[in-house]
């Protein structure tokens, strides 16, 4: 048989066995080739398939985790809610001991704690008012009582003549009467509530109050 005589041939041997070797290898390798694509392909399939099984799982981790969070943001944000209603309806100033009060505030021996500090401002005595501190009683029933007296004397006065007897001289004693009360009870109620702003203003206030209750003995 004679050998081919090209170039690039090998060991000398037949055009067509060579090529028929070739032939038989791919075909025996054919399957295999397959089956690998077939692997790769499932491979990345099952690849994707991972990546999105997990992508969805970190998905419903962070919900699970959001859904826990907010009842926690809820509760902060509650406390942080109630931290400044506290300070606000606080005025920041605290009731202090009778112990650490000055001298011009030591009026109840009795009364150990629950007082006000020294305020030296006229607006933040006033909102004391609103305060629990031992004042907080004296405070409000006069300036109830104020109120009480101011509408029925105003309502006494305005009645018509034919409810009295003596119009002019019943108007006169009730007049007074009633006007001697709401001074005592203002004068009383902003003593209480003001005595705390500093010493020659507790001073003054306590001097009207003792004018204004001799007045009202006397009558």
Partial sequence: MATCKVTGQEGGLPCSTRGDNEDLELTELGPLLETGRDRKGQASASGNENQAAKGSQEEEEEEEVRVLTLPLQAHHAMEKMEEFVYKVWEGRWRVIPYDVLPDWLKDNDY???????????????????????????????????????????????????????APLQEKVVFGMFFLGAVLCLSFSWLFHTVYCHSEKVSRTFSKYVCLDTEINTVQ
Avoid: K
Avoid at 119 to 141: D, L, V, Y
């Fill in 111 to 165: 009364l150990l704690h629950g007082h006000r500090p020294p305020m030296p401002s006229f607006r933040a005595c006033f909102r004391s008012i609103f305060r629990i501190h031992t004042e907080t009683g004296n405070i409000w029933t006069h300036l109830l009582g104020f109120l009480l007296f101011l509408f029925l004397g105003v309502l006494t006065m305005l009645r018509p003549n034919m409810y009295f007897m």
